[in-house]
Nanobody, 120 residues
Framework: QVQLVESGGGLVQTGGSLRLSCAASGFTFEGYAIGWFRQAPGKERTLISCINDHGATYLSTPVSGRFTISGDNAKSTVYLQMNSLKPEDTAVYLC??????????????WGRGTQVTVSS
């Protein structure tokens, strides 16, 4: 059974840091891209970062320079290190897996998300 479980969210002050984890089970990262999405209340879900099975990464403009994505194949876990957090980063953060090595592919498996709240 394929499963993605996010952890590491919480409440942090502006300028603080959090590290999110996305633990996968039921499949290996080979042949998949793992994406981090976020959805704020009343807003659309957006892709903010992605890493594929070759280690290529993507960061969206709003988080580039502040967030870093990395993967540990041995642990089947992808991390999202978030630094210099801003109130506008407040959202539910979800990870998802897409078949193939392209972050633009359709995402087939989703976690339930973890809440990140940044206080001003």
């Amino acid at each position: 059974q394929v499963q993605l479980v996010e952890s590491g969210g919480g409440l942090v002050q502006t300028g603080g840091s959090l590290r999110l984890s996305c633990a996968a089970s039921g499949f290996t990262f080979e042949g998949y891209a793992i994406g981090w999405f976020r959805q704020a209340p009343g807003k659309e879900r957006t892709l903010i970062s992605c890493i594929n099975d070759h280690g290529a990464t993507y960061l969206s403009t709003p988080v580039s320079g502040r967030f870093t994505i990395s993967g540990d194949n041995a642990k089947s876990t992808v991390y999202l290190q978030m630094n210099s957090l801003k109130p506008e980063d407040t959202a539910v953060y979800l990870c998802a897996a897409a078949r193939g090595s392209y972050c633009e592919n359709e995402y087939d498996y989703w976690g339930r998300g973890t809440q990140v709240t940044v206080s001003s």
